[in-house]
């Protein structure tokens, strides 16, 4: 799970950054709003974590232009603004969950947990397609009960397909997904990646189908 957090408190972004990836998640930072603006146009990311006192942009206003541009990831806004009316706002321009500074960590990774449970997994944290499992909490894939010895890489490829089953997911996306230096994967190279990966999961009844012009498509074979 990619994790955006937008908050410019230095010391707070660190402390978040260094439990959450412990936790599994990756993380990436932003400071201000508009490198926030910046990075969701680069990468994919699978929740956002938003501060609203930033130093360029209100939170709130930044929540209602991604909301405005259909970026419909889940958002927890996490802030000191106490005040009823804030928190009413907050949820009425499209923010999922709310917490106020200060805060309790344990707290925080169980809503992120249940913001993502609700997002993407139905009602349970794992999803599951043909023979594999994914463990949306512990970034584990199960195939047959038995962890799916994977590349990081590959991994992640596999996890963003799971979260998207049902949907096409065009290369852009998953470049924007494997690349975590900035640097943009090729598309020969994910060609390589979903090549390797369709040798490892086609014996769990799941096939990555390749819709022309479009993207892959992640499914359950087909057993007639
Ligand atoms: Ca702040």
Request: negative net charge; hydrophobic residues 40%; proline residues 2%.
């Amino acid at each position: 799970m990619n994790i955006l957090l937008i908050e410019d408190d230095a010391v707070l972004a660190d402390g978040l950054i260094h439990t959450l990836s412990n936790s599994g998640y990756r993380v990436t930072g932003a400071i201000s709003g508009h490198y926030a603006k910046h990075l969701l146009q680069a990468q994919d990311f699978d929740v956002i974590i938003l501060d609203l006192g930033l130093p360029d942009i209100d939170g709130l206003d930044l929540l209602r232009q991604l909301r405005r541009q259909k970026i419909s990831m889940p958002i927890l806004i996490l802030t000191a603004r106490d005040n009823i009316s804030d928190r009413i706002d907050g949820i009425q321009q499209g923010a999922d969950d709310y917490m106020i500074k200060p805060f309790e960590l344990r707290e925080l990774e169980v809503r992120l947990q249940a913001l993502i449970r609700r997002c993407y997994g139905g009602f349970s944290h794992t999803i599951v397609m043909g023979r594999l499992l994914l463990d949306t909490q512990t970034h584990q894939i199960q195939a047959d009960g038995q962890l799916l010895a994977l590349s990081p890489r590959e991994s992640a490829l596999l996890e963003f397909l799971l979260i998207q089953s049902g949907n096409v997911v065009c290369k852009d996306r998953i470049a924007q997904r494997l690349s975590s230096d900035g640097d943009a994967l090729a598309d020969n190279a994910i060609e390589v990646y979903i090549h390797r990966l369709r040798k490892r999961i086609e014996p769990y009844d799941v096939l990555i189908r390749t819709v022309r012009g479009l993207g892959y498509l992640l499914e359950n074979k087909d057993h007639d």
